[in-house]
């Protein structure tokens, strides 16, 4: 609901309107009812999301699953493997050389394995990177092949991806694959 422009500045009036929103529809307060009690809640529920919004990218940071544009290809590759890890996967980079177009192996505790190409990309990602990854999945006997990237995609590898079923995804949405996948 905060919206960051292209010079860093944050916009927080969709946040303020679905905080609204949930006191008004889903808690069921009418905030001009309370008008002076509810600015204080108002208030006190703004300040309580806002430190768990601080103390999760606190967490982020010391864990290292905060995305910086300065890493390298393979820094990059090890990003991608502590964002499945957290999100409970059992994860591992491949080889550098000789990893058939696989960077990264990740296992779910029921036993399912996605091949991973990790692409860190200052353009977007072309099919080349699908046909890699859709050839390492039977290589390495996956279930599921994932091209994953800080960029986006060209035309042409969402088209093969979709007739691939390869998923094209941005690293962010590791943090949550187990629920995309399900």
Same mark, same amino acid.
């Given at each position: 609901?905060?919206?960051?422009?292209?010079?860093?500045?944050?916009?927080?009036?969709?946040?303020?309107?679905?905080?609204?929103?949930?006191?008004?529809?889903?808690?069921?307060?009418?905030?001009?009812?309370?008008?002076?009690?509810?600015?204080?809640?108002?208030?006190?529920?703004?300040?309580?999301?806002?430190?768990?919004?601080?103390?999760?990218?606190?967490?982020?940071?010391?864990?290292?699953?905060?995305?910086? !544009?300065?890493? %390298?290809?393979?820094?990059?590759?090890?990003?991608?493997? /502590?964002? $499945?890890?957290?999100?409970?996967?059992?994860? +591992?980079?491949?080889?550098?050389?000789?990893?058939?177009?696989?960077?990264?192996?990740?296992?779910?505790?029921?036993?399912?394995?996605?091949?991973?190409?990790?692409?860190?990309?200052?353009?977007?990602?072309?099919?080349?990177?699908?046909?890699?990854?859709?050839?390492?999945?039977?290589?390495?006997?996956?279930?599921?092949?994932?091209?994953?990237?800080?960029?986006?995609?060209?035309?042409?590898?969402? !088209?093969?991806? %979709?007739?691939?079923?390869?998923?094209?995804?941005?690293? /962010?949405? $590791?943090?949550?694959?187990?629920?995309?996948? +399900?």
């Amino acid at each position: 609901m905060v919206i960051e422009d292209d010079y860093g500045n944050k916009s927080y009036d969709r946040y303020f309107k679905e905080i609204e929103y949930f006191m008004d529809d889903v808690l069921h307060m009418d905030l001009e009812r309370y008008s002076i009690s509810g600015n204080k809640l108002f208030n006190t529920i703004n300040e309580m999301i806002f430190d768990y919004m601080e103390q999760k990218e606190l967490d982020a940071i010391k864990n290292g699953l905060v995305y910086d !544009e300065t890493i %390298n290809p393979i820094e990059y590759e090890h990003f991608c493997k /502590d964002l $499945l890890e957290h999100d409970g996967w059992n994860a +591992k980079v491949t080889q550098t050389t000789g990893d058939q177009g696989v960077d990264v192996i990740a296992t779910s505790d029921d036993g399912l394995v996605i091949a991973i190409q990790c692409k860190k990309y200052s353009s977007p990602v072309g099919n080349k990177a699908v046909q890699e990854v859709f050839s390492a999945k039977q290589h390495y006997n996956a279930d599921i092949a994932i091209v994953v990237t800080n960029n986006t995609y060209t035309k042409s590898a969402k !088209e093969l991806a %979709n007739t691939t079923n390869v998923l094209l995804l941005h690293h /962010d949405d $590791l943090r949550n694959l187990s629920d995309l996948l +399900k």
